[in-house]
């Protein structure tokens, strides 16, 4: 019991790799925000440190660090999960974003005795080598017969992940409060005048993990054809991941050193799409990618992959382009998108809400799931 006699928060279990600035991460974290904590708390497994855990914890999470599969292997990693899943008092809940490495979660979870078990899918395509998606594979087949309920991000994740069951799945679509992205003009001096950029430079930007499926060499080569056109212009890279060394070298090869700005992992992600004049994702697959909401929330022209799903497309501001154009077409797109310029920029509250993408919202349903569920495992 808590003072005053009101009942103890559940606390939920969020099985995570890393706790860096990422989607699923950004999703978790927006929830985190929005939720009733005095009904409903977040700890979390995780192997990775990143930006987020000085704020959970102040939040009043807990996180318990465990290595990675890829670091000590599946059985130091098992024994690792064991030991935190059958600590008492047991999670009621458990609710895993490790796509098809869920399946060991979901397994071992059930082991233990814990009896919500939520497999939550947020891509649409294994990562890594051959030997590393089969073991993907491997695991993701425990998925189904483990785990009690199945989430996903779009229709297409949940298909990927879930197969024969997707459509079991319930679409937590990963929103924002809009409002936070509101263009201002004020951060967009802020930013510029910290990064050394006039109002006049035509600046892109992308916010995402340097990671293959992000295709950061393919987004530096439209750059490069960007900036052939319009010499005046900056490209704003926010994140960090494994192939950010490889990209900035791509970037002093392809003679844009002083122009590309590699910021490593941002907070300030709405004061830095203020500062952008057209948002750039060439991206191979997504489950349904955040960064593309709060670009939209922000006013901010897109161009994108047509490989997204049809799902984040809310407004008319994203324009889609095949990964098979020349990089020239995607560049040309970039600049014709962004034509009215800042003062035209809006936030489209309204749309966004309008296709469920407000996390109020989505925080309130996840909470009432959370509390009924774990109400009714207790009966």
Same mark, same amino acid.
């Not at 802020?190 to 060499?217: P, W």
């Given at each position: 019991?808590?003072?005053?006699?009101?009942?103890?928060? %559940?606390?939920?279990?969020?099985?995570?790799?890393?706790?860096?600035?990422?989607?699923?991460?950004?999703?978790?974290?927006? #929830?985190?925000?929005?939720?009733?904590?005095?009904?409903?708390?977040?700890?979390?497994? *995780?192997?990775?440190?990143?930006?987020?855990? &000085?704020?959970?914890?102040?939040?009043?999470?807990? %996180?318990?660090?465990?290595?990675?599969?890829? !670091?000590?292997? &599946?059985?130091?990693?098992?024994?690792?999960?064991?030991?935190?899943?059958?600590?008492?008092?047991?999670?009621?809940? /458990?609710? *895993?974003?490790?796509?098809?490495?869920?399946?060991?979660?979901?397994?071992? $979870?059930?082991?233990?005795? %814990?009896?919500?078990?939520?497999?939550?899918?947020?891509?649409?395509?294994?990562?890594?080598?051959?030997?590393? !998606?089969?073991?993907?594979?491997?695991?993701?087949?425990?998925?189904?017969?483990?785990?009690?309920?199945?989430?996903?991000?779009?229709? @297409?994740?949940?298909?990927?992940?879930?197969?024969?069951?997707?459509?079991?799945?319930?679409?937590?679509?990963?929103?924002? !409060?809009?409002?936070?992205? @509101?263009?201002?003009?004020? $951060?967009?001096?802020? /930013?510029?005048?910290?990064?050394?950029?006039?109002? *006049?430079?035509?600046?892109?930007?992308?916010?995402?993990?340097?990671?293959? !499926?992000?295709?950061?060499?393919?987004?530096?080569? %439209?750059?490069?054809?960007?900036?052939?056109?319009?010499?005046?212009?900056?490209?704003?890279?926010?994140?960090?991941?494994? #192939?950010?060394?490889?990209?900035?070298?791509?970037?002093?090869?392809?003679?844009?050193?002083?122009?590309?700005?590699?910021?490593?992992?941002?907070?300030?992600?709405?004061?830095?799409?203020?500062?952008?004049?057209?948002?750039?994702? &060439?991206?191979?697959?997504?489950?349904?990618?955040?960064?593309?909401?709060?670009?939209?929330?922000?006013?901010?022209?897109?161009?994108?992959?047509?490989?997204?799903?049809?799902?984040?497309?809310?407004?008319?501001?994203?324009?889609?382009?095949?990964?098979?154009?020349?990089?020239?077409?995607?560049?040309?797109?970039?600049?014709?998108?962004?034509?009215?310029?800042?003062?035209?920029?809006?936030?489209?509250?309204?749309?966004?809400?309008?296709?469920?993408?407000?996390?109020?919202?989505?925080?309130?349903?996840?909470?009432?799931?959370?509390? @009924?569920?774990?109400?009714?495992?207790?009966?």
């Amino acid at each position: 019991m808590k003072g005053g006699g009101r009942m103890a928060p %559940i606390r939920v279990l969020h099985c995570v790799a890393g706790l860096g600035h990422g989607g699923y991460e950004s999703l978790i974290m927006n #929830l985190y925000r929005n939720i009733d904590r005095e009904k409903v708390q977040f700890d979390f497994v *995780s192997s990775f440190p990143g930006v987020y855990e &000085p704020e959970i914890e102040a939040l009043g999470g807990r %996180i318990h660090r465990i290595p990675f599969i890829t !670091q000590k292997g &599946p059985f130091v990693y098992t024994a690792a999960l064991d030991r935190v899943l059958r600590a008492e008092p047991r999670y009621p809940i /458990v609710h *895993s974003h490790m796509d098809k490495f869920s399946g060991l979660v979901m397994k071992r $979870a059930a082991k233990a005795g %814990i009896p919500v078990r939520i497999a939550h899918s947020h891509n649409t395509k294994n990562e890594g080598g051959l030997a590393f !998606q089969l073991v993907k594979d491997h695991y993701g087949r425990m998925v189904l017969p483990w785990a009690t309920d199945l989430f996903a991000c779009s229709k @297409a994740a949940a298909d990927w992940m879930f197969g024969e069951k997707a459509a079991e799945a319930r679409i937590l679509f990963n929103g924002v !409060q809009p409002e936070d992205f @509101a263009p201002s003009a004020a $951060a967009r001096a802020a /930013v510029r005048a910290e990064l050394g950029l006039a109002e *006049s430079t035509f600046v892109a930007g992308h916010v995402g993990r340097f990671t293959e !499926q992000k295709n950061h060499a393919f987004l530096l080569e %439209i750059f490069a054809a960007l900036h052939a056109r319009r010499p005046d212009s900056a490209l704003l890279l926010a994140g960090d991941g494994p #192939l950010r060394p490889k990209m900035a070298e791509t970037a002093r090869r392809l003679g844009l050193e002083s122009a590309v700005r590699f910021l490593g992992p941002r907070q300030d992600v709405p004061a830095l799409l203020s500062a952008m004049d057209c948002f750039i994702f &060439p991206s191979h697959h997504e489950g349904l990618p955040v960064t593309l909401v709060e670009a939209q929330a922000a006013g901010l022209p897109v161009a994108a992959s047509s490989a997204i799903t049809d799902e984040v497309c809310i407004t008319p501001l994203v324009r889609r382009l095949g990964l098979d154009e020349a990089a020239d077409t995607w560049a040309a797109a970039a600049l014709e998108l962004a034509e009215g310029g800042f003062a035209a920029r809006s936030c489209p509250a309204g749309a966004i809400r309008g296709a469920g993408y407000d996390i109020a919202d989505t925080a309130r349903w996840l909470e009432e799931f959370y509390l @009924a569920r774990a109400a009714g495992s207790e009966e």
